[in-house]
């Protein structure tokens, strides 16, 4: 089974810049679409952004413009550069493939304030 670990998070002003990272294990990880997926407190967990195999990219709309997903095939890792962030992309990050395996990694805290 496939194990997603998250890092990079943590605590940015509004306006700052955040890159997270997603290592995951598996030999077949260039085969899958990856996302990432944010929950705020009190929220559902939504997807934020999504790579497919050949590198085809999409966001949710409050992301789009600032945030840029990006896999690195070789080293079984996907990213995601946040910038110009605002305190609403206050979440734990998690990255997962899409759609998701049920089995999630423990995440990545960003926490956007002045």
């Known amino acids: 089974q496939v194990q997603f670990v998250e890092s990079g998070g943590g605590l940015v002003q509004p306006g700052g810049s955040l890159r997270l990272s997603c290592a995951a294990s598996g030999s077949i990880f260039s085969m899958y679409a990856m996302a990432w997926y944010r929950q705020a407190p009190g929220n559902q967990r939504q997807l934020v952004a999504r790579i497919s195999s050949s590198g085809n990219t999409n966001y949710a709309d409050s992301v789009k413009g600032r945030f840029t997903i990006s896999r690195d095939n070789a080293k079984n890792t996907v990213y995601l550069q946040m910038n110009n962030l605002k305190p609403d992309d206050t979440a734990v990050y998690y990255c997962?493939?899409?759609?998701?395996?049920?089995?999630w990694g423990q995440g990545t805290q960003v926490t956007v304030s002045s």
């Open positions: 997962n493939k899409a759609p998701p395996y049920a089995s």
